[in-house]
């Protein structure tokens, strides 16, 4: 067990609507990374946050958003979803954002569009 | 920019022998290597990491890695494999940005 917590597990929903995926990092971590994990893309980093505040954005579309709360869990809002945001969403979490350490990774969240 | 690359999609190994997942890597600066396991339906766990010092890396499960700057390569290797080794791994780099990117993975089949 990681510490990291996601929900949901499993997420089944149409085009075009909107979900929101919720990450609650492991106790003390500040930083929360979220990846986008596909069978053609690989592992794909979306978007960083430290203690509340946004610190790296990667391959995030416009239609994809997150914040970070001040009791430091995470969510990632996804709207106006097509087929092609099919796929298992990772929070991470690690101590510091200058840390050299590790990634702890929740379970995922799998996100179905049909 | 940053990059991985894992060469092998799949790499087959019988029960007992030794095990070889390759990585190289491309990173301005001074590199962070990290091997990571995937289970089916599961999170990446952490195995093994290089920061500095001594090139051969011990981790989880009995891995290692050996870090080689001239070839820019961070291969997993294990002594004698195990069926439950079988999982998916992952190579990730990082620099000055603590943005890891990952390779593609390479699936890691044990036969009995």
């Known amino acids: 067990d990681s510490g990291v917590t996601q929900t949901p597990k499993h997420l089944i929903t149409a085009t075009g609507q909107r979900v929101t995926l919720r990450c609650s990092p492991r106790?003390?971590?500040?930083?929360v990374y979220w990846y986008q994990q596909s069978l053609d893309q690989g592992l794909q980093f979306l978007i960083q946050?430290?203690?509340?505040?946004?610190?790296a954005k990667g391959n995030i579309l416009e239609r994809f958003s997150a914040q970070q709360f001040p009791d430091l869990h995470s969510e990632l809002n996804l709207s106006s979803l097509e087929l092609g945001d099919s796929a298992l969403y990772f929070c991470?979490?690690?101590?510091?954002?200058?840390?050299?350490?590790?990634?702890?990774f929740g379970e995922g969240s799998r996100l179905t569009v049909l | 920019a940053q990059s991985v690359a894992q060469p092998e999609d799949q790499v087959n190994v019988a029960e007992g022998n030794p095990l070889t997942v390759k990585c190289t890597y491309s990173v301005s600066g001074n590199p962070y290597l990290f091997w990571y396991v995937q289970y089916p339906n599961r999170g990446l766990q952490f195995l093994l990491k290089y920061i500095t010092g001594d090139n051969l890396v011990k981790g989880s499960y009995g891995f290692e890695a050996e870090f080689n700057k001239s070839q820019t390569s961070f291969h997993l290797k294990k002594p004698s494999a195990l069926v439950s080794d079988s999982a998916l791994y992952f190579c990730a780099v990082r620099d000055g940005s603590y943005i890891p990117t990952f390779g593609r993975g390479t699936s890691l089949i044990v036969h009995p």
């Open positions: 946050y430290y203690n509340g505040e946004e610190r």
């Open positions: 991470a979490s690690s101590g510091t954002t200058g840390s050299t350490g590790e990634l702890f």
């Open positions: 106790s003390g971590d500040l930083s």
